[in-house]
């Protein structure tokens, strides 16, 4: 008793007593640079199993843009013994930034220090003809920003990849404070489709659809950076220059400041949300009617768009012939790099 209010100043780990990096309040822990490490781990595999997002056996193709979230997951993925491979979709934002360029130098980087890994490779330019930004000038969508097309490209690219190449589930590394920023906004939208489908794990509801997990959306984003800083991970730090001003950055910042006021909100508001949905305490439903699925005459993918997916109809018009139409779409290439 009484033997220092004033040693304990700082932090000590729960562990081993040493200083800690890093406290948790809403886990009460506080850890050295060591045991973060092992407990980010555990953790990630403690979600894994929680959500039943896949098994040993399972073949994992991860979504990698080069940025601390998805070199993490990939380096945490590897470390639990998981057969992970890495897939890079080159979006050619370069235009005075050297963005997409900074970022296969990032997992270039990463790979060199860890050998026996596998990059799967596609380059918007190769593939399709036209950089992301190029694309969506030339198909005007998205005033001025090229996020839409960005989205819907990668989602469509990441999809081809994981079914064309055998792989069983595709991993992303969206955190806690991603998953928040979605769900408080689709909250306030009342958007119950969103919300019925917003999950830890999205299942293939259809043979043409890979199913998708996030292992590290129980992670705050600054959790997932420390990890990163403490394992040495070099990984590209800007944000994508088309991302400033975007609306999830603003539903982030509400949150930031709820969290100051309210440590742990985030992670409450997210997790008890699943909760309460897992125990049928909450549930949402489609729109009747509105979602089906149905093949895209062209590429096959399903699509709630119709004849035609938003992907394919950057390059098909609608008074094309058939014949014509799918000539028109050009073929994905994938490279692979191995380390
Ligand atoms: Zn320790
Ligand atoms: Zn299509």
Known sequence: MGEGRRHHRVPRCKRCGQPAVIFMRQHRLALCETHYQEWFVNYTQRTIEKYHMFRPEHRILVAVSGGKDSLALWDVLTQLGYKADGLYIGLGIDEGTRYSEL???????????????????????????????????????????????????????????????????????????????????????????????????????????????????????????????????????????????????????????LERQSPGSKFQFYTQFLNAKKKGLITFHEPEGEVVLRPCRICGQPTTAGEICAFCRMWVRPDMDPEEAKKVVPTLKLRVETS
């Open 103 to 257: 970022s296969l130098e990032a997992i270039r980087g990463f790979m060199a220090e860890r050998p026996g890994l596998r990059l799967n490779i596609v380059d918007m330019k190769e593939s399709y003809g036209e950089t992301i930004p190029e694309l969506a000038r030339r198909t005007r969508r998205g005033r001025g920003k090229p996020c839409s097309v960005c989205g819907l490209s990668k989602r469509h690219i990441m999809n081809e990849v994981a079914l064309r190449e055998g792989y069983d589930v595709l991993a992303t590394g969206h955190n806690l404070d991603d998953e928040a920023a979605v769900l408080f906004q689709n909250t306030l939208h009342w958007q119950t489709g969103y919300l019925a489908r917003q999950s830890p794990v999205l299942e293939a509801t259809h043979p043409g659809l890979v199913r998708k997990v996030k292992p590290f959306c129980r992670f705050y984003e600054r959790e997932v950076a420390a990890y990163a800083i403490v394992r040495g991970i070099e990984y590209q730090y800007d944000e994508c220059p088309f991302s400033v001003g975007a609306t999830t950055i603003y539903y982030k910042e509400l949150l930031n400041r």
